[in-house]
């Protein structure tokens, strides 16, 4: 992530004429860093998606955090990390999508990347994409505030902080320009700046300084150490060979085709799966175990019938409580 963003930063500044392409190609590439990030968090849980399912289904979820304190969670781990689901692999298709809708309208000149006027695509495009980044960062902050227990030995907070802040960082502060060197705005071209240093300069140059930042950031958040075969534990399991070579790693790194299949059953669960979410045996054993707690909680009170029942019919008088049937009295009670 961070040689690809200062890379295509610095063929920005060299290639500004081409700049709207090369910023939307690492826009794009922002999809599939918090894709396989989340990826990553699920596979320190589970190393496949069917045991993933088994944990979730037994993990019950914690409420949302700010500003959807007050929506009710769902009743099944297993719908709580569906819909996380869903939230962070849209943005695998969301992402690219508006990169094409982006590049389309720019080849018709109507995209104007420094134009926030509502007739140029920019603005809409810009806020759909910053909506859609909140729903990602959103759901990647929920998915840690209920694991940071489990995920404690893989020390997440420093991995989910540094993401976070690298996306907040380069998506607000190029919007935050945009703004500032509009016609209206404070920032205006000089003999000295060009508009081509305003909206591509600075912002380039700014993205190419700040990797160098999270570089040592990232060194620290995600270490190398626990993958090299030298500091593995020994045991029964450890391993003697890597899976494959680096060239083929970074190649499977780089395949789109896993992201395209986990957005498609993201968005199958979605469109289909929620409705029959209730018939997974986790609801059900949640539901039931609802039931249990009210019935135990409850108290028993009579109810109205038998209340009447017991008033209209007081039972035998004091002075027929011990005799028979014979009428003859038992010794053994008070007559």
Not at 125 to 141: E, H, K, N, R, S
Not at 164 to 174: A, E, G, I, N, V
Request: contains cysteine; aromatic residues 14%.
């Amino acid at each position: 992530m961070i040689p690809i963003y200062a890379v295509i930063s610095f063929f920005s500044l060299l290639f500004y004429m081409v700049d709207v392409y090369l910023e939307l190609i690492r826009n794009c590439y922002e999809a599939f860093v918090i894709a396989s990030f989340f990826t990553l968090l699920c596979h320190y849980i589970a190393p496949n998606l069917h045991e993933q399912k088994e944990y979730f289904r037994n993990v019950q979820p914690k409420p949302w955090i700010w500003p959807l304190k007050r929506v009710k969670t769902p009743r099944s781990g297993l719908t709580w990390f569906n819909i996380i689901y869903v939230g962070v692999f849209q943005f695998c298709f969301t992402r690219p999508l508006f990169t094409i809708i982006a590049g389309i309208a720019q080849t018709q000149n109507r995209y104007c990347q420094s134009s926030t006027r509502p007739e140029n695509g920019h603005l809409w495009i810009a806020l759909l994409q910053g909506a859609f980044v909140l729903i990602t960062i959103y759901c990647l902050a929920q998915f840690y505030v209920q694991l940071k227990e489990d995920l404690a030995p893989q020390k997440p907070f420093l991995k989910v902080l540094s993401i976070k802040l690298l996306m907040f960082l380069c998506f607000w502060q190029t919007w935050l320009l945009g703004l500032l060197s509009i016609k209206s705005g404070p920032l205006k071209p000089t003999a000295h700046i060009a508009a081509f240093d305003i909206h591509v300069g600075i912002p380039c140059i700014l993205i190419c300084f700040e990797m160098m930042v999270f570089a040592c950031i990232f060194h620290w958040a995600f270490p190398w150490k626990p993958y090299d075969l030298e500091h593995q534990l020994r045991g029964p399991n450890r391993l003697e060979e890597y899976a494959c070579s680096p060239n083929v790693a970074l190649l499977e790194a780089l395949n789109p085709w896993d992201y395209a299949k986990a957005a498609a059953r993201g968005f199958r669960w979605l469109f289909h799966g929620v409705r029959h979410r209730k018939n997974d045996i986790s609801y059900q054993n949640r539901l039931q175990a609802e039931k249990d707690a009210e019935a135990v909680v409850k108290p028993t009170t009579p109810t109205r019938d038998a209340r009447t029942s017991a008033l209209s019919d007081p039972g035998p008088s004091r002075r027929t409580r011990g005799r028979g049937k014979s009428g003859s009295t038992n010794r053994h009670t008070i007559g």
